[in-house]
């Protein structure tokens, strides 16, 4: 079993930056893939990105490349990510998930745990 806590969301101006965490408890593999993805009302759950326990692994969406990054932090147990450059078409509930292996990271189906989520909300 695997617990994620995402924390990090708020209000932020267009143009501004948030760093959203990902703290995970319980069973982690090094080669588990980590994700990002977002939910906007209305609209279907998107990929964002993805990285390996090991980070040597990543991968970013073509959508937010350029604007948003991932990291790990094994000694924390916690994965990142960095949002700059902040559009308020990004406002939605941004979710962590975990898988095992490295394929099919976009596809949120192959996801086998998630949390809670957290708001990030871009005012214009």
């Known amino acids: 079993q695997v617990q994620l806590v995402e924390s990090g969301g708020g209000l932020v101006q267009a143009g501004g930056s948030l760093r959203l965490s990902c703290a995970a408890s319980?069973?982690?593999?090094?080669?588990?893939?980590m994700g990002w993805f977002r939910q906007a009302p209305g609209k279907e759950r998107e990929f964002q990105a993805a990285?390996?326990?090991?980070?040597?692994?990543?991968y970013i969406a073509a959508s937010v490349k350029g604007r948003f990054a991932i990291s790990s932090d094994n000694a924390k147990n916690t994965v990142y990510l960095q949002m700059n450059s902040l559009k308020p078409e990004d406002t939605a509930v941004y979710y962590c998930?975990?898988?095992?292996?490295?394929?099919?990271?976009?596809?949120?189906?192959?996801?086998?745990?998630w949390g809670q989520g957290t708001q990030v909300t871009v005012s214009s």
């Open positions: 998930a975990a898988k095992e292996g490295w394929r099919n990271l976009a596809t949120s189906q192959q996801y086998d745990y």
């Open positions: 319980g069973r982690t593999f090094s080669n588990d893939a």
């Open positions: 990285i390996t326990w090991s980070g040597g692994k990543s």
